[in-house]
T-cell receptor, first 112, second 111 residues
């Protein structure tokens, strides 16, 4: 089954404690991206990657890092989380033939 | 930069037709997509328009006018399960080809 997986699905952490949210897709897509979703603000792009070792900033990259060492994986790293990063995070991969985004199930992060 | 405008909320009754509008401002416009998101769930793809006109997929249709920088999603024969948020998203050339999303429209369907 074609899918995007994210882990963990829920995470409560404290300010300053480094964390990584993993994302993996099995569709061999080159394009992957991370979004955060906050009430009233829609989906805002954090980082995207157009291929292995090619990443670029989206609209709200501050406080985040990403890496793309393999085509299937695109982890999101918060080196020093802060409460304003409390949000719902979605990873997505894109089918280039249809420009369709396939989203993971989401990770709800709370930073205390 | 890019900007998209869509209504924050739309209400309708079961069986009715509803239209959700989206206007955009962007350079290098490539296409307009629509996604549906139920509470607590992931967005799922509904439709995509790269050319002017109407695309129909079952009860859902999407329209694009490139000259007016405008599109809409039309939902017919509304069902309770259509209560969800609907996002328009623009794709632009010369950049990432990864969509920028609007803030979403919450559709509430009443019995």
């Amino acid at each position: 089954e074609a899918q995007v997986t994210q882990n963990p699905r829920y995470l409560i952490t404290v300010t300053g404690k480094k964390l990584t949210v993993t994302c993996s897709q099995n569709m061999n897509h080159e394009y992957m991206s991370w979004y955060r979703q906050d009430p009233g603000l829609g989906l805002r792009q954090i980082y995207y990657s157009m291929n292995v070792e090619v990443t670029d900033k989206g609209d709200v990259p501050e406080g985040y890092k990403v890496s793309r060492k393999e085509k299937r994986n695109f982890p999101l790293i918060l080196e020093s989380p802060s409460p304003n990063q409390t949000s719902l995070y979605f990873c997505a991969s894109q089918d280039p033939s249809t420009d369709t985004q396939y989203f993971g199930p989401g990770t709800r992060l709370t930073v205390l | 930069g890019q900007s998209l405008e869509q209504p924050s909320e739309v209400t309708a009754v079961e069986g009715a037709i509803v239209q959700i509008n989206c206007t955009y401002q962007t350079s290098g416009f490539y296409g307009l997509s629509w996604y549906q998101q139920h509470d607590g769930g992931a967005p799922t793809f509904l439709s995509y328009n790269a050319l002017d006109g109407l695309e129909e997929t079952g009860r859902f249709s999407s329209f694009l006018s490139r000259s007016d920088s405008y599109g809409y999603l039309l939902l017919q024969e509304l069902q309770m399960k259509d209560s969800a948020s609907y996002f328009c998203a623009v794709l632009t050339s010369g950049g990432s080809y990864i969509p920028t999303f609007g803030r979403g429209t919450s559709l509430i369907v009443h019995p």
